[in-house]
């Protein structure tokens, strides 16, 4: 007897009760759980309560044969996934393809030796659970591969702008410059770098939090000079080298209800993924829209790359951009979209990225709310 065999259930489907009876009897004293039923409709139900951990099932059944039984559980999220095994008098081989071809796991032809029908059910178990094992492994692999890609570019996105930040302060304070624009322009690249670095430990932060299950809801209002154009003008002068055309249209009025950090923190992950992928001199045209009593509808457009359709789901995926492994063309850790819309889902809005001729079109949603609304 195999160590594993009274851990698991089978359930036969049968309609031949003494067959259904002595089938029992015998799994039952090689170590097996067993529950029966005596018609396929009756069996499929069952199948789909119980969740055995294998299925054996005759295949002249009133109602519905073995075939029809086996065809209706491999359409099942609950049970196309168990084991299932035929025992049956038919003997032909166009019978043991048919069946073999269907999905079942083995076919075994009445009358049968006992020894042989626990062989088998055995042999099932063994090869599911080294299938099992062997998606573990690859599971284990992928995971592994992508842990190390996130601690080597969380490491080279940290260290970079610390680097750069520490470069232009040594470089401002111990170099004498008679030009004070010179000073100017280090203690600048100091600042944003250090708007980087905190870029950076803000998202972790919250992705931290949000794990944790923290709310994220409670509606403020906005302003929009510090809570929006201010976070814009600092992602642009990241990205000042590229000379982009920013374009900048805001309603009239407008009134924003949305926690503040969240709603700097999902704007400015939005503009940076238009600046970052345009291409140099080209438009980015950012529209702050109504959208009822505190809600709005953020549109941005850009000519870059633009995303296929088949990614424009996958591209939300948390360090999407790091499993990219090395073909990774751009920065950053790949969790700007994600962050984005967490938060505008968590307050009844979404993030979509829409078809566009040429670049890419993203819009953020959020409905109106009344402040303090969660």
């Keep these: 007897m195999d160590t594993f065999t009274e851990l698991k259930t089978i359930l036969i489907?049968?309609?031949?009760l003494p067959m259904l009876q002595g089938l029992k009897t015998l799994l039952e004293r090689s170590g097996y759980r067993v529950t029966v039923c005596e018609n396929s409709l009756g069996g499929i139900k069952m199948a789909e309560e119980t969740r055995p951990d294998l299925i054996l099932c005759d295949i002249m059944m009133p109602q519905m044969d073995g075939f029809k039984v086996r065809e209706a559980m491999s359409a099942s999220p609950l049970t196309r996934n168990i084991p299932f095994l035929f025992l049956s008098a038919r003997a032909s081989l166009d019978d043991r393809l048919k069946g073999l071809d269907g999905g079942a796991d083995d076919y075994i032809t009445k009358p049968f030796d006992p020894r042989e029908l626990i062989a088998r059910i055995n042999a099932t178990f063994r090869r599911q659970e080294k299938s099992h094992q062997g998606a573990t492994e690859e599971i284990n692999r992928q995971l592994e591969r992508i842990q190390s890609e996130i601690t080597h570019n969380f490491s080279h996105e940290l260290r970079t702008p610390i680097m750069q930040i520490l470069m232009s302060l040594d470089m401002a304070l111990r170099d004498k410059y008679d030009d004070p624009n010179e000073i100017k322009y280090f203690v600048e690249t100091a600042l944003s770098k250090s708007h980087r670095l905190y870029t950076l430990i803000d998202d972790l932060t919250f992705l931290s939090n949000y794990d944790l299950g923290n709310k994220f809801n409670f509606r403020q209002k906005i302003d929009i000079k510090n809570d929006f154009s201010l976070p814009i003008s600092l992602r642009q002068e990241q990205?000042?080298?590229?000379?982009?055309?920013?374009?900048?249209?805001?309603?009239?009025?407008?009134?924003?209800?949305?926690?503040?950090?969240?709603?700097?923190?999902?704007?400015?992950?939005?503009?940076?993924?238009?600046?970052?992928?345009?291409?140099?001199?080209?438009?980015?045209i950012i529209?702050?829209?109504?959208?009822?009593?505190?809600?709005?509808?953020?549109?941005?457009?850009?000519?870059?790359?633009?995303?296929?359709?088949e990614l424009r789901e996958m591209v939300f995926k948390r360090y999407y951009q790091v499993s990219q492994g090395t073909a990774r063309e751009y920065g950053g850790l790949?969790?700007?979209?994600?962050?984005?819309?967490?938060?505008?889902?968590?307050?009844?809005?979404?993030v979509t990225i829409f078809p566009a001729e040429q670049g890419c079109c993203v819009q953020m949603t959020l409905p109106p709310a009344e402040l303090g609304a969660p």
Aim: aromatic fraction near 4%; charged fraction near 25%.
């Design 13 to 16: 489907i049968d309609d031949d």
């Design 334 to 350: 790949g969790v700007g979209l994600t962050i984005a819309r967490i938060i505008a889902r968590g307050l009844d809005g979404d």
């Design 287 to 309: 529209d702050l829209a109504k959208n009822g009593a505190g809600g709005c509808i953020l549109t941005i457009r850009d000519y870059g790359q633009g995303i296929p359709v």
């Design 239 to 284: 990205y000042k080298e590229k000379d982009l055309h920013v374009e900048i249209n805001i309603a009239e009025g407008i009134v924003i209800h949305a926690p503040r950090r969240e709603f700097r923190q999902a704007c400015g992950h939005l503009v940076d993924n238009s600046l970052k992928f345009s291409p140099p001199m080209s438009p980015v």
